[in-house]
């Protein structure tokens, strides 16, 4: 069956611009939660979705936004980039969201900030 | 609040000994514990899920064992290859649907 799929896997932006990444969850999975990565902080929550609604939120400003469609692909929007918003981007597929059966994350989309 | 620590941060091994990854937790109140891989640049792989009931699961070589009342978890990989180098991290789920990651461990594994 297909993975988790990231779109897009690179993207370089200005300062100021705003970015949308896209991820498309393993088929039946209803929670989708997204996850930034870098070298200083390590792997940071963002926001988990679940049936179209965000049930859990991390911690970091509101310019990061997300929202989940009825097919649960979902999508994550920052505004405002900031040189600070460089870094991984991942997204993890879980059957509930409540990690039972474990998620799957998916390629990684990198978000590269001059 | 669940936190996760991984030692050591880094680890260099010649071809074919034994690895032993560790990960430690604070809330034993987990219901599973989660191995990964992660290649540089890449996602995550998920390579074992260890339910609270379990003592241990095993994949091939690789062997992850978890004991809630020390807060520990082992994943020991035997006869290390060179295309084992990369970076394992563990996760433990919190409250709020969420993973809490531990810092990673690097592996090199030398021919």
């Known amino acids: 069956k297909a993975g988790v799929t990231q779109t897009p896997r690179y993207l370089i932006k200005t300062r100021g611009q705003q970015v949308t990444l896209s991820c498309s969850p393993i088929s039946g999975h209803r929670s989708v939660s997204w996850y930034q990565q870098t070298p200083g902080q390590g792997l940071q929550f963002l926001f988990e979705y679940f049936s179209e609604t965000q049930r859990n939120k991390g911690n970091f400003p509101g310019r990061f936004s997300g929202r989940q469609f009825s097919n649960s692909r979902s999508e994550m929007n920052v505004s405002t980039l900031e040189l600070g918003d460089s870094a991984l981007y991942l997204c993890?597929?879980?059957?509930?969201?409540?990690?039972?059966?474990?998620?799957?994350f998916g390629s990684g989309t990198r978000l590269t900030v001059v | 609040k669940q936190e996760v620590t991984q030692i050591p941060a880094a680890l260099s091994v010649p071809e074919g000994e034994n690895l032993v990854l560790n990960c430690s937790f604070t809330d034993s109140a987990i219901y599973n514990l989660q191995w990964f891989r992660q290649d540089p640049g890449k996602g995550l792989t998920s390579l074992l899920l260890i339910q609270s009931s379990q003592r241990e699961q095993t994949s091939g070589r690789l062997n992850a064992s978890l004991d809630k009342s020390s807060g520990r978890s082992t994943l020991y990989i035997a006869a290390s290859q060179p295309g084992d180098s990369a970076t394992y991290l563990c996760?433990?789920?919190?409250?709020?649907?969420?993973?809490?990651f531990g810092g990673g461990t690097r592996v090199l594994v030398k021919p």
């Open positions: 993890a597929s879980s059957l509930a969201g409540t990690g039972d059966y474990g998620y799957t």
């Open positions: 996760a433990a789920p919190s409250r709020g649907n969420k993973l809490t």
